[in-house]
C-alpha cells in the first residue's frame, strides 16, 4: 500500500492550498478514501471522506463549505482543495484509505506519510 501526500506549505488567512495523495492502483481502488488532520496534542481527525461512486461520505463542520474532495482514476490521485483557509486549519494532513465509519470517530487502515498546512494570521 503505497499513499504520497503532498502539496501543504505556507499560506495567509483567506488564501488557498490544494493537497494531492498519489496512490497505488491497487489502493486506489478502496471504496472509502479521506483526509484527515492532526493538531500537535490532539486526536487526529477526518475532514473529509469520498465513498463508492465519489459520493461525498462526510465534511467536518469546520470545513464544510470551504474544503472540496475528489479523486482522480487515471492518475490514481486524491485531492483536497482547500478555500479560505483560517489559522485554526493549520496541522499535518494525511491522506487515508479504507476509511471506516466516516465521521469524528473515524478510522483508516493505510495511511500516507503527511504534509504540513501552516496559516499565518
Known amino acids: 500500500v503505497q499513499l504520497q501526500a503532498s502539496g501543504g506549505g505556507l499560506v495567509q488567512t483567506g488564501g488557498s492550498l490544494r493537497l494531492s495523495c498519489a496512490a497505488s492502483?491497487?489502493?486506489?481502488?478502496?471504496?472509502?478514501m479521506g483526509w484527515f488532520r492532526q493538531v500537535l496534542g490532539k486526536e487526529r481527525e477526518l475532514v473529509a471522506a469520498?465513498?463508492?461512486?465519489?459520493?461525498?461520505?462526510y465534511y467536518a463542520v469546520s470545513v464544510k463549505g470551504r474544503f472540496t474532495i475528489s479523486r482522480d482514476y487515471a492518475k490514481n490521485t486524491l485531492y483536497l482543495q482547500m478555500k479560505s483557509l483560517k489559522p485554526e486549519d493549520t496541522a499535518v494532513y494525511y491522506c487515508?484509505?479504507?476509511?471506516?465509519?466516516?465521521?469524528?470517530?473515524?478510522?483508516?487502515?493505510?495511511w500516507g506519510q503527511g504534509t504540513q498546512v501552516t496559516v499565518s494570521s
Open positions: 469520498i465513498g463508492r461512486s465519489d459520493v461525498i461520505t
Open positions: 487515508a484509505a479504507d476509511v471506516r465509519a466516516p465521521g469524528p470517530s473515524a478510522k483508516a487502515d493505510f
Open positions: 492502483r491497487r489502493t486506489f481502488s478502496s471504496v472509502h
